[in-house]
């Protein structure tokens, strides 16, 4: 049994071109409903290249809000921080454009209460975002929802602390919650280490606290021909 299918691209290069188009035309759709169209950033490194073809949109960019999927708890500047990232990837190349309204809603994981940090964000964090997008770990962890972690069967809260086995280990996530109201769920995934995770996660069994990016099995996954060699 399939629990999703992913489409595959060549190269991570193809992937970044086919995801930028994406999450712009379900932006575009939620422009017309006349209110603040959300975006749930994935971190890491796989959507840098994505998020860069982004500027290349005539979207009204100072209308949107971006999230965070997850953050590490680590100072906005830091060399591991999300938030960093997707500012250099995103922000600062939109910045110069009428797009400087933009809004970067940071997840402030390096607070010293990182419980109330996370109730905090949840409390910005719309009921139900326009276009979440997904990273995919070589352990099958998506956001920071790690194999094992009781946070992949989180249904109360939104958004909780979690210590996870990649360094930084500290980190706020999203829960399924959040990733079962999206609208639009778009998962990407790129390099041959990860192909033994998605090929389990696609056809293995359906079991979402070991393998964490099942929890979004609903959605889009556009993956590199690397990622998709066990398929
Ligand atoms: C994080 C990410 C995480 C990421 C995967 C893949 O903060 O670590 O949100 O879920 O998407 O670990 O990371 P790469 O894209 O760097 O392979």
């Not at 949840?122 to 070589?138: K, N, Q, S, T």
Request: aromatic share 6%; glycine share 6%.
């Amino acid at each position: 049994m399939k629990h999703f299918e992913p489409i595959v691209l060549k190269t991570a290069d193809e992937v970044a071109a086919a995801a930028a188009p994406w999450i712009v035309r379900r932006l575009e759709a939620a422009t017309f409903e006349e209110r603040r169209p959300s975006v749930v950033l994935a971190g890491g490194t796989t959507p840098k290249a994505t998020y860069r073809l982004l500027e290349a949109s005539a979207l009204a960019w100072h209308r949107v809000d971006f999230f965070f999927g997850d953050e590490r708890a680590v100072p906005p500047d830091h060399a591991e921080s999300n938030f960093r990232m997707a500012k250099e990837a995103i922000a600062d190349r939109l910045g110069g454009s009428e797009s400087a309204g933009l809004r970067l809603v940071r997840m402030e994981a390096d607070a010293p209460d990182m419980d109330a940090a996370a109730r905090a964000y949840e409390a910005l964090l719309p009921e139900v975002v326009d276009v979440l997008i997904l990273g995919m770990g070589e352990d099958a962890h998506t956001a920071s929802l790690f194999p094992g972690s009781p946070a992949t069967s989180e249904h109360e809260r939104r958004v909780v602390p979690v210590v996870g086995p990649k360094p930084p280990p500290k980190r706020l996530t999203i829960t399924p919650r959040v990733i079962d109201a999206a609208r639009n769920v778009l998962v990407l995934v790129t390099g041959a280490g990860k192909a033994e995770a998605l090929a389990r996660a696609a056809h293995g069994e359906l079991d979402p606290t070991s393998l964490p990016i099942q929890l979004a099995r609903r959605g889009t996954f556009y993956v590199d021909a690397a990622a998709a060699s066990a398929l």
